[in-house]
């Protein structure tokens, strides 16, 4: 139980994180497709801006060129072109202004930039403003025309392109880029971090009640032993002794109910303190021992051979490969014959049930294979839960559904995994996989060719 509660914790824990961690994700995506449209629409500001400001000394490049008669002259461009906000030498570097009279002649230029593309548009479109994309920058082309109202339509005075460079702002998208990945990265470690004291929190009220109910359970099947124990004896008693010679026939068929089923409860509660020192993670590791499994598994198959032959059935012992685990014996061999159990109850008269055992690298696996009915897919993981029944009319008064749920903490206990399988003729296989002791293991890797 304990360890379910640690697993649900680590899940929500996960998922929380997750949700959080998306939702910081979906922002940081917001936030970076926003700056970029923002850094775009003031590029075209920046842009337009200029082109204006250009555009307004066009009629007075234009003249100075018409007055300069030395070709060897150039008219330069004047300094208001530069934007108030930054400096001469910036702007120079990061900006180009072209300046054409009606004819499409160069008048001047302005700037060191070199754009990574045409700054003239096609022919066919250059009597209309438009945006000119560039590799490294973004262009703006513009014809300039004298609009006065004395004219009849306006007048073609000449083209404007201008270009800005947009290294600077994307350096700051780098940089910003750079933020958001850091920041992202250390607020979903905080997600998780808060999110698991979320859970914690959440779960404890969980926790104590669980707690609570595994100490009553406790408490109550050991102050139940007692009582049973003194019926059991005073049972005992009466019928070995002369007190039942006068009585009728029926009072010691009653008597005979009473003890069975008192035998079967406290089978019952023997199991409940099994399952609730489980539950509360009581670990004895004095008890540990190395053993080898081949050994267990023959004196199971000498202890039950018997029995299973007066129930019609045939107890088979398949070792492939030895192997050597650390295990409480006892706790051990309770959960094989709680197996064992599960297979002669569902195995049909004249069946084979196989006790196997094989070793991989690091892990012992061990099975119980019969040839009953099998277990269908969908509840392969719910047979250990507690009390489970999947034919109650089977079982028997005898099970009560503990059987596997015991053989699953047992498995837990060692660090091990038990599992449900289809067996290969078609019944239930149930599987232990246990870690093989740390001499086995070496074992094992020294026989691995190098």
């Known amino acids: 139980m304990r360890a379910d509660l640690r697993r649900t914790r680590r899940r929500l824990t996960l998922r929380y994180g997750l949700f959080a961690s998306g939702l910081l994700l979906v922002f940081a995506l917001g936030v970076w497709a926003e700056v970029i449209r923002a850094n775009a629409d003031l590029l075209h500001q920046e842009v337009e801006q200029l082109a204006s400001t250009a555009a307004s000394h066009l009629v007075l490049l234009h003249h100075e060129s018409d007055e300069m008669r030395t070709p060897s002259r150039r008219v330069h461009a004047p300094v208001p072109l530069i ?4 400096s001469l030498e910036f702007h120079q570097q990061h900006q180009r202004i072209l300046w054409f009279d009606d004819e499409l002649r160069e008048i001047v230029a302005s700037g060191s930039f070199r754009p ?51 290294e600077s702002s994307r350096a700051e998208l780098q940089r910003l880029r750079q933020g958001l990945v850091i920041g992202g990265l250390l607020a979903s470690a905080v997600a998780f971090a808060g999110s698991q ?19 009553f359970t406790a408490d109550a099947s050991h102050e139940l032993r007692h009582p ?23 009072l010691g068929q009653r008597l005979a109910l009473i003890d069975q089923t008192s035998a079967r409860m406290g089978r019952l509660l023997e199991d409940l303190l099994l399952l609730s020192r489980s539950d509360r993670a009581i ?10 499994l081949e050994e267990l598994l023959e004196d199971l198959v000498d202890l039950h051979e018997a029995e299973a032959e007066a129930a019609g059935l045939r107890l088979r012992l398949a070792i492939e490969s030895p192997a050597r685990v650390r295990a409480h014996p006892e706790r051990l061999r309770q959960l094989l014959e709680n197996l064992l159990g599960n297979a002669r109850r569902f195995s049909p008269s004249g069946g ?14 061990l099975w119980v294979e019969d040839q009953g009915p099998g277990i269908p897919a969908a509840q392969r993981t719910l047979v250990f839960e507690r009390f489970w029944q999947a034919d109650p009319a089977r079982s028997g008064p005898d099970h009560h559904g503990l059987g596997l749920a015991i053989a699953q903490a047992i498995a837990c206990d060692h660090g091990g995994r ?25 074992a094992a890797g020294s026989e691995t060719p190098g």
């Open 197 to 215: 004291w979320m859970v914690a929190v959440s779960l404890e009220p969980i926790r104590r009640q669980i707690e609570r109910l595994i100490r």
């Open 228 to 250: 049973l124990t003194a019926i059991r004896a005073l049972i005992g008693s009466l019928r070995h002794g002369s007190l039942l010679d006068a009585s009728p026939p029926e």
């Open 352 to 365: 084979t049930i196989t006790l196997g055992l094989s070793r991989s690298r690091q892990q012992a696996q």
């Open 116 to 166: 990574a593309g045409p700054m003239l548009p096609p022919a066919a479109s250059r009597e209309r403003a438009q945006w000119l994309p560039l590799a490294n920058g973004l262009a703006y082309w513009r014809p300039v025309y004298n609009r006065q109202l004395g004219l009849a339509r306006p007048l073609l005075q000449g083209y404007v392109s201008v270009a800005l460079a947009s």
């Open 418 to 442: 038990l599992q449900a399988l289809e067996a290969s003729g078609g019944g239930c296989r149930m599987q232990l996989e246990l870690p093989l002791a740390a001499a086995a293991t070496a």
């Open 283 to 292: 670990d004895d590791r004095k008890g540990l021992v190395e053993l080898g």
């Open 83 to 86: 934007l108030p906000s930054a």
